[in-house]
């Protein structure tokens, strides 16, 4: 599949590239991840200055219109520069759920500050034992007057350190593995009795666990319905985080090929044997069927088409093997080098086996996807 982009798509994609070509190369993305916060606030008003947080939003709330093909551009170039700000968590997933589910209000009091990008969001869905099962959860909420009273616990919440709000997932009724009676709920990342465990992840950005004992939440879309919202949402992510992986692919062939040229053993340049270029056309075919089946489930998401998240839950598995594939390879093709943290490559390495475990890791999307193909 070979997408033909229009004028508007095309000088999207010339834009982020020149931006992060002149802002973002390797040294800065170091410096930025090694800083006290983990990210870069005057980076991300860049995105926000460019039209990046505003291109995936409809025009009715204020954004671009680009939909999951803007969406799969940003991405693909932000995996290409490993850029660690959070545009999956708060634009694709938050953004996305408040303007799926979220009351006329809320799209109008949460969105521009999004767009403008002046505040931060999170999802805390994840908890311990609920392996990738949006249903899977013990966190309660009861009504409290206009608001919800939240109590329990969250883990491994990507972004949470730096996010003004949170879009946490709490049972309203039910039991722990029933998919109805769970909810969604907009809670202040500050609030009161709301305490965080933050830690660096693999891949150098941060992440917490979340404790809520008593804290108040604003119900987002309608109470009880919450798991298909995040069923969704996480196909949504899941799009995003494919074109990501097929970016930071990408750049490995390139760089194991460039390696391949000046590195030297028993007197000629390695990419002269036969057999470690059978190994880099493997890495390029696996590259070219993930970028295929990513461009594939762009345009999916882009019609909703039949069957999304069967597709979805395929794009996630084969991506996700083929990107630890190729960034196996390009590791062990650089020899020990590739483990350095001065060179790109184990980033690349890294932040591919971070992907390959948000929203469901392969295994669990094989699994799922026979699930679905034998429901259908």
């Given at each position: 599949?070979?997408?033909?982009?229009?004028?508007?798509?095309?000088?999207?994609?010339?834009?982020?590239?020149?931006?992060?070509?002149?802002?973002?190369?390797?040294?800065?993305?170091?410096?930025?991840?090694?800083n006290e916060e983990g990210f870069s606030r005057k980076q991300w008003a860049?995105?926000?200055?460019?039209?990046?947080?505003?291109?995936?939003?409809?025009?009715?709330?204020?954004?671009?219109?680009?939909?999951?093909?803007?969406?799969?551009?940003?991405?693909?170039?932000f995996g290409r520069h490993l850029v660690v700000e959070p545009f999956v968590e708060t634009v694709v997933v938050a953004g996305g759920l408040i303007e799926q589910i979220g009351s006329d209000q809320q799209k109008q009091s949460f969105i521009p500050d999004i767009v403008a990008g002046t505040k931060i969001w999170a999802l805390a869905w994840t908890e311990k034992g609920s392996r990738f099962d949006p249903a899977t959860v013990t966190t309660t909420a009861r009504r409290g007057g206009n608001d919800y009273i939240l109590t329990g616990e969250k883990t491994a919440v990507i972004a949470t350190p730096w996010a003004d709000y949170l879009i946490v997932s709490a049972r309203t009724s039910g039991h722990r593995h029933d998919r109805g009676g769970v909810s969604l709920f907009v809670v202040d990342r500050h609030a009161a009795n709301l305490d965080l465990q933050s830690f660096r992840?693999?891949?150098?950005?941060?992440?917490?666990?979340?404790?809520?004992?008593?804290?108040?939440?604003?119900?987002?879309?309608?109470?009880?319905?919450?798991?298909?919202?995040?069923?969704?949402?996480?196909?949504?992510?899941?799009?995003?985080?494919?074109?990501?992986?097929?970016?930071?692919?990408?750049?490995?062939?390139?760089?194991?090929l460039e390696y391949s040229k000046t590195r030297k053993q028993f007197g000629t340049t390695i990419g002269s044997f036969q057999v470690l270029q059978h190994r880099m056309v493997d890495m390029f075919i696996a590259h070219q069927e993930a970028l295929s089946l990513m461009q594939h489930l762009s345009l999916s998401l882009e019609s909703t088409e039949a069957g999304l998240s069967r597709l979805a839950s395929g794009a996630k598995s084969r991506i996700g093997y083929a990107g630890k594939f190729v960034a196996d390879q390009a590791v062990q093709l650089h020899g020990g080098m590739g483990m350095t943290d001065e060179l790109n490559v184990g980033h690349y390495f890294k932040r591919i086996s971070s992907i390959n475990i948000q929203f469901g890791d392969p295994a669990y999307h094989v699994l799922r996807f026979a699930q679905l193909d034998t429901a259908a």
């Open positions: 599949m070979d997408i033909q982009f229009t004028e508007e798509q095309e000088l999207l994609r010339s834009s982020i590239q020149r931006l992060l070509r002149d802002q973002y190369d390797f040294d800065a993305r170091r410096k930025i991840v090694a860049a995105f926000a200055e460019l039209g990046l947080l505003a291109a995936p939003f409809t025009e009715a709330v204020g954004g671009l219109g680009g939909g999951p093909l803007s969406t799969m551009i940003i991405m693909q170039e992840t693999i891949d150098g950005r941060r992440a917490a666990e979340i404790s809520l004992r008593e804290v108040r939440g604003q119900l987002l879309g309608k109470e009880g319905e919450g798991v298909g919202a995040l069923e969704s949402c996480r196909d949504r992510a899941i799009g995003a985080l494919c074109a990501e992986t097929v970016g930071a692919m990408g750049e490995l062939n390139a760089a194991t």
